[in-house]
């Protein structure tokens, strides 16, 4: 019986011991690259207006060759995520 006895605690302490030491998380790779892709990105923020100078409601706001993009509100103002370097296109509308 002690024997018995001796074996389930050494194998119980085993056990306890790899636990322990697989217990470490760390964060997978990719993880920090997210990170940095969105560190990377700033907000833009901005107020379209046609010549008179008045605010115009409604305009799309584009990231120049992607499907990022925004439409002005009441008071002609709009605010949009873009990586550095981007270029908005505001498309106009032929009436």
């Keep these: 019986m002690n024997k018995q006895l001796a074996f389930v605690k050494s194998g119980l302490g085993l056990f306890l011991c790899f636990l322990l030491v697989g ?3 760390t964060l997978p790779a990719h993880a920090n690259e997210a990170v940095t892709i969105n560190q990377q990105s700033r907000k833009i923020t901005g107020t379209v ?3 008179r100078g008045e605010t115009l409601l409604g305009v799309n706001v584009i990231v120049q060759g992607t499907t990022n993009g925004t439409v002005t509100d009441l008071d002609g103002n709009f605010s949009l ?4 370097n981007a270029t908005l296109v505001f498309p106009t509308l032929v009436i």
Excluded: C, L, Q, R
Excluded at 81 to 84: A, H, I, L, S, T
């Design 49 to 51: 207006k046609d010549t």
């Design 23 to 25: 217990s470490g998380y």
């Design 81 to 84: 995520e873009v990586e550095p």
